[in-house]
T-cell receptor
Framework: AQKVTQAQTEISVVEKEDVTLDCVYETRDTTYYLFWYKQPPSGELVFLIRRNSFDEQNEISGRYSWNFQKSTSSFNFTITASQVVDSAVYFCALTYISSGSARQLTFGSGTQLTVLP | NAGVTQTPKFRVLKTGQSMTLLCAQDMNHEYMYWYRQDPGMGLRLIHYSVGEGTTAKGEVPDGYNVSRLKKQNFLLGLESAAPSQTSVYFC????????????FGQGTRLTVV
């Protein structure tokens, strides 16, 4: 069974502060992918990043960066110099890769980020 | 490019009524999914399909049925709605590629009274 834990239910920061969203996962599979999705107030789910279980390189995309550590089963997401537009619910998700299976996602419960002006 | 389209966007049902949610994708994806989103619980998989004519149960399938008669469409049915099925429903699709991301529809907010 797979499990994704986002222990931070709500985070509130002031604009321009840095913020890190935590994600811890459990899986018995050796081949898997991790994702982050953003859900703004409008409700749609926006894909942000994927990382496979064999690639522990950190990634930076503009103000966003991700830290994947297999040793601690964590895939944390940092927003640098946060902006009001970053206010959203952020979901971490996990899928395993198995021949013939679909790519079902196991989601964490989400972290509501509020960036105050 | 429309991506994944869900119909309707909002619906209020009375307990015991039935309805069908329609999902259509135009990306020629093999895999399609229905999730429900409830406060504090993230998204949970209801049913999914690995191709036309196939369906399978997810984590929370009770009270729902699905059909995939055409590759581009995935229908979610509620035969006898219950208040516990009040939720936001998301349809998604993905290709067969390893690690491919899922593309989500805009969601359907369903209230059962």
């Amino acid at each position: 069974a797979q499990k994704v834990t986002q222990a931070q239910t709500e985070i509130s920061v002031v604009e321009k502060e840095d913020v890190t969203l935590d994600c811890v996962y459990e899986t018995r599979d050796t081949t898997y992918y991790l994702f982050w999705y953003k859900q703004p107030p409008s409700g749609e789910l926006v894909f942000l990043i994927r990382r496979n279980s064999f690639d522990e390189q950190n990634e930076i995309s503009g103000r966003y960066s991700w830290n994947f550590q297999k040793s601690t089963s964590s895939f944390n997401f940092t927003i640098t110099a946060s902006q009001v537009v970053d206010s959203a619910v952020y979901f971490c998700a996990l899928t395993y890769i198995s021949s013939g299976s679909a790519r079902q996602l196991t989601f964490g419960s989400g972290t509501q980020l509020t960036v105050l002006p | 490019n429309a991506g994944v389209t869900q119909t309707p966007k909002f619906r209020v049902l009375k307990t015991g009524q039935s309805m069908t949610l329609l999902c259509a994708q135009d990306m020629n994806h093999e895999y399609m999914y229905w999730y429900r989103q409830d406060p504090g619980m993230g998204l949970r998989l209801i049913h999914y399909s690995v191709g036309e004519g196939t369906t399978a149960k997810g984590e929370v399938p009770d009270g729902y049925n699905v059909s995939r008669l055409k590759k581009q469409n995935f229908l979610l049915g509620l035969e006898s709605a219950a208040p516990s099925q009040t939720s936001v429903y998301f349809c998604a699709s993905s290709s067969t590629g390893r690690g491919t991301e899922a593309f989500f529809g805009q969601g359907t907010r369903l209230t059962v009274v």
